[in-house]
């Protein structure tokens, strides 16, 4: 009985706070976004042509988010069924725009205005109990060219 | 010493190539961070403090990788990529390699 009602809270505390929490961050992630849409990122690998007298340096940003207890039950119980898990989905979009938007904000303080060979990595990094991945880490890196100042 | 994750860098030479250089890192949390993220495995967000401990591990890693390339003698360390793995539960790697060179 005790434990229904542990189960319960845990499940109705996920679902609220983690609710909120995630429309805050994507509302932060929106609003960053635009901040930082003048530095442009390049997955190619070699700098666009004509970029020339640049200093490049090696610029990251990561984060772990984690997925709230709600989410992971939800996503507990889909696995019976199969089909598409939208709670890790949103999850790991999260996670990328956000490390990209790290990235970018590390490139922007070095004076930088484009970053390229934008690089995004992946890794669960704490399962919980009975093997659920809780939580991922999402590594972006890329080289950051800034101008040279004549 | 000038780390890259591209293979030209603009306005400079390659001159020499000398291999491959690497360093690693394996990392684990503690109890304090640990009992955290166990909360935040509940609430769902951001947990900060392994955020904190992953960058610190990478930085060491990138670290090692380029304290192998002074020894060699290279100015600059091009093509760098890093890589993570999960050990054991609650331990991870975190790998950075690339190439060593010496820059005109």
């Known amino acids: 009985m005790y434990d229904l009602i542990i189960f319960l809270t845990l499940m109705a505390l996920g679902y609220i706070f983690g609710r909120i929490a995630e429309a805050r961050h994507f509302k932060s992630i929106m609003d960053r976004e635009k901040q930082y849409q003048h530095i442009l990122t390049f997955s190619e690998r070699f700098p666009p042509s004509g970029v020339s007298r640049v200093n490049s340096e090696l610029v990251g940003g990561n984060v772990v988010i984690s997925v709230d207890y709600f989410k992971r039950i939800v996503a507990g119980l889909r696995g019976i069924v199969g089909g598409q898990l939208t709670s890790y989905e949103s999850l790991l979009e999260r996670a990328r725009r956000e490390a990209i938007l790290r990235m970018k904000e590390t490139a922007k303080n070095m004076g930088a205005n484009m970053v390229v060979n934008v690089k995004l990595e992946t890794a669960s990094i704490s399962k919980g109990k009975k093997q659920q991945v809780g939580s991922v880490e999402v590594y972006a890196y890329g080289t950051a060219l800034i101008p040279k100042t004549p | ?104």
């Open chain 2, 1 to 104: 010493m000038l780390v890259s994750n591209i293979e030209i860098i603009p306005g400079k030479k390659i001159t020499k190539h000398l291999g491959m250089v690497q360093g690693n890192t394996v990392r684990t949390k503690h109890a304090g961070r640990d009992l955290m993220a166990g909360l935040k495995n509940i609430f769902g967000g951001e947990l900060v403090g392994y955020t904190e401990l992953l960058q610190e591990a990478r930085e060491e890693a990138t670290e090692r990788m380029v304290s192998q390339a002074e020894a060699i003698g290279a100015n600059a360390v091009i093509n760098v990529r890093y890589s993570t793995s999960s050990v054991t539960a609650g331990a991870a790697e975190l790998f950075a390699y690339g190439t060593a060179v010496i820059l005109d």
